[in-house]
């Protein structure tokens, strides 16, 4: 199995910034999609981005387009998501995902069988 562990949310005024990591452990591999989903209170689970380990190409939803950058560190099994211009709707728990790489990038989190705990990030205004 693959143990996932999320860090690095927390306050942050509308207009910054902050950096998530999710460390990976346990069985992994360099054939994964590594997702990154987000979580409101009394919305559903909503899809951010994607990257593939292997080759480091990435995927966005169209709400976060030019404003978060996932990446990876393959030696240290980190995933990151940078995300600057930070807005109040940006305020979820925000949650890191694994699945096997299929050729396309799942979007949707039944999809993916690893998951972190969260993190919570809140964009004052």
């Known amino acids: 199995q693959v143990q996932l562990v999320e860090s690095g949310g927390g306050l942050v005024q509308a207009g910054g910034s902050l950096r998530l990591s999710c460390a990976a452990s346990?069985?992994?591999?360099?054939?994964?999609?590594m997702g990154w989903f987000r979580q409101a209170p009394g919305k559903e689970r909503e899809f951010v981005g994607a990257i593939s380990w292997n080759s480091g190409t990435t995927y966005y939803t169209d709400s976060v387009k030019g404003r978060f950058t996932i990446s990876r560190d393959n030696a240290k099994n980190m995933v990151y998501l940078q995300m600057n211009s930070l807005r109040p709707e940006d305020t979820a728990v925000y949650y890191c995902?694994?699945?096997?790489?299929?050729?396309?990038?799942?979007?949707?989190?039944?999809?993916?069988?690893?998951w972190g705990q969260g993190t919570q990030v809140t964009v004052s205004s």
């Open positions: 346990g069985r992994t591999s360099s054939s994964y999609s």
């Open positions: 995902a694994a699945d096997r790489w299929r050729g396309t990038f799942p979007k949707i989190a039944d999809e993916y069988d690893y």
